[in-house]
């Protein structure tokens, strides 16, 4: 077995617990319930042996991570191995005295997501009245304490027109960078995607906004915007490659190389609880299926982006063309790429279904 390089950074998804109920959510239809979540001393060992292996940065993440009444203990763990911690949260329940705490336990930095500019539209998309403001205050609470401060705006069909607001929204937050981020279309945005994919001009004109914005707030906020899969005729080497750079731990402890391979029908995870994370990174068959480039079928086996983009998503070509190892349809050279477009124009102002357990 060749050499593998150890992973860079890791998304520990605590628990899928959330009040909010966003249709893009990330995590799995099927949900992990409160009981089999992993347990304090097991998300320390993790830690633990995420360093050793070389491991830089944790995003906690969920659901939403402040649903767990210990994460103060598990970001000390983290901030001993020597990770950088970085939260990701909705923020709505997010007090200053745990903000404290928190900075207390050794957090480095704050990803808030928001989901529009404008207060109604966005409490609706979180299925929260009154969401919106939260998330505002608790910004405006992570900037007086000095903590980086990352806005999350995941743009879809009925925000993409509010994209300037966005942009100026997140600069009198005072963040320091804006991730304008496209739905990717696994799991709940998958369920929602006639009534989430935006209309090729809706995308045209966002694009062209952020790169005037962008040149305009140089040296003052970052932003982050690539074009969606969906218009794209090259992929984007989906979590930097499978099991190159990257890992996810799921809340019951299983090990995986991206937040959707469980899609992937036949594929089983190593579980933390009972494999090392050095046996489940190097040796476990998951992470090998689709690690490097011996794995591709044509067109991408002769290609000479082969490692520039690690032949894109494997969930993505599992939704869009019916198997994990086939050329990822963003791709212009995979048969199955005629599917994005049809995928755009069968998109309309439909309603979604919210994420629930
Ligand atoms: Fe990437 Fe494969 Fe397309 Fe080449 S053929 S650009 S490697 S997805
Ligand atoms: Fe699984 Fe892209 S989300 S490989």
């Known amino acids: 077995m060749p050499a593998v390089d150890p992973p860079y950074a890791f998304l520990a998804e605590l628990t899928h617990r959330c009040p909010l109920a966003c249709p893009y959510c990330s995590n799995p239809l099927d949900l992990a319930r409160a009981a089999s979540e992993l ?24 659901g939403e991570p402040l649903a767990r009444r210990d994460l103060e203990t598990i970001l000390v763990d983290a901030h001993r191995a020597g990770l950088y911690t970085n ?36 409490d ?10 939260r998330k505002l205050r608790a910004a405006a609470a992570v900037r007086a304490r000095g903590l980086a401060l990352t806005l999350n705006v995941v743009v879809h ?3 993409l027109d509010r994209i300037e607001e966005v942009i100026e929204l997140a600069l009198d937050a005072g963040a320091g960078r804006l991730e304008i981020a496209h ?20 995308v045209r004109r966002a694009m062209a906004v952020v790169a005037a914005q962008t040149a305009r707030l140089r040296g003052r906020m970052a932003i982050d915007h690539v074009l969606p899969d969906h218009m794209a005729v090259r ?74 983009d690690w032949g894109g998503c494997r ?8 198997a994990a190892a086939a050329t990822d349809p963003a791709c212009a050279l995979s048969p199955a790429h005629g599917r994005m477009a049809a995928a755009v124009a069968a998109a309309g102002n439909e309603d979604f279904r919210p994420r629930r357990f």
């Open 39 to 62: 347990g304090t001393a097991d998300w320390g060992r993790i830690m633990r042996e995420a360093a050793e292996l070389g491991a830089m940065q944790v995003h906690l993440s969920g």
């Open 87 to 122: 939260l990701i949260t909705a923020a709505v329940s997010l007090s200053e005295a745990r903000l404290d705490r928190l900075a207390g336990a050794g957090l480095d930095h704050v990803q808030i997501s928001l989901q529009d500019a404008d207060a109604p539209a966005a």
């Open 124 to 133: 609706w998309v979180a299925g929260m009245q009154g969401a919106h403001a």
């Open 157 to 159: 069909r009925h925000n």
């Open 183 to 202: 739905a990717q279309y696994h799991g709940w945005a998958l369920a929602n995607r006639a009534a989430l994919l935006p209309r090729p001009d809706q």
């Open 235 to 308: 992929p984007k080497a989906c979590m930097g490659g499978w099991g190159r750079r990257f890992f996810v731990v799921t809340p019951d402890g299983r090990a995986m190389p991206c937040h959707a391979a469980a899609t992937i029908p036949d594929m089983v995870f190593p579980s933390l609880r009972d494999t090392s994370l050095r046996e489940a990174w190097g040796r476990s068959e998951a992470f090998q299926r689709f690690r490097g480039t011996d794995w591709m079928p044509d067109p991408c086996r002769s290609c000479e982006r082969r490692e520039i």
């Open 315 to 322: 969930c993505q070509a599992l939704a869009m063309a019916g």
